[in-house]
């Protein structure tokens, strides 16, 4: 997974990135199928990267993930004060019903 700000070209912008090893794959149990995208892991990571003054609040941060398994995929995430955006595109895999009493 990658991480960017997309600053327009700013001097400040700046990519992260984060490899998972052969070895962390198999500690998650990681023999089954794989999300390409996670966007419930994607909000938190961009809110941890404003909350410790990595990005500044108000960022859009792009996020890229699934390369390595072939299905690369891209993450928009956009913050500022309590307001997080997430926007990208998917496929549905699965569909239900939730009811609450």
């Known amino acids: 997974m990658s991480a960017r700000t997309d600053a327009g070209g700013e001097a ?23 999300d390409s995208a996670t966007g419930s892991a994607a909000g938190p990571l961009a809110c941890q990267l404003i909350a410790r003054g ?10 890229e993930q699934g390369c ?3 299905r690369p995929s891209l993450l ?8 997080v ?5 998917c496929v549905n895999v699965a569909q239900g019903t939730l009811r609450v009493s």
């Open 12 to 34: 400040g912008s700046r990519e992260f990135e984060c490899r998972r090893t052969a070895e962390s794959a198999a500690d998650a149990g990681g023999g089954g199928a794989a």
């Open 54 to 63: 990595v990005v500044k609040d108000g960022t859009t941060i792009a996020i």
């Open 68 to 70: 390595e398994m072939g």
């Open 76 to 83: 928009r995430v956009y913050v500022q004060g309590d307001t």
């Open 85 to 89: 955006r997430l926007s990208g595109r």
